[in-house]
């Protein structure tokens, strides 16, 4: 396992941006794919986007699509979600998780390793 630290939540208006961070406490962190989730109130936790560990297969949830970027920086063992034109139904607690060398089927992978989330709220 690998411990993740989120932050770059926060109260932004509708149609802004936010870039999320997903700080990793190690250099295995390279090995790992990562994943975007995120919950909001009274609902399930559903799947936002993904990144294998190679870094050269990326998958996201259709809402999020041309919006939404994922990325990860081996060197900084850092992963990134950049959210662009935000909207209110992306109000979220958002968690990142991270797999040992997956390559696809992001969403449904069982990952063993979870940050505490960041809070994002897309304001009207």
């Known amino acids: 396992q690998v411990q993740l630290v989120e932050s770059g939540g926060g109260l932004v208006q509708a149609g802004g941006s936010l870039r999320l961070t997903c700080a990793a406490s190690?250099?295995?962190?390279?090995?790992?794919?990562m994943a975007w989730f995120r919950q909001a109130p009274g609902k399930d936790r559903e799947f936002v986007a993904g990144i294998s560990w190679t870094g050269t297969d990326t998958d996201y949830t259709p809402s999020v699509e041309g919006r939404f970027t994922i990325s990860k920086d081996n060197a900084e063992n850092t992963g990134y979600l950049q959210m662009n034109n935000l909207k209110p139904e992306d109000t979220a607690v958002y968690f990142c998780a991270a797999g040992w060398q997956v390559l696809d089927d992001f969403a449904d992978y069982p990952y063993d390793s979870w940050g505490q989330g960041t809070q994002v709220t897309v304001s009207s």
């Open positions: 190690d250099r295995t962190f390279s090995m790992y794919a």
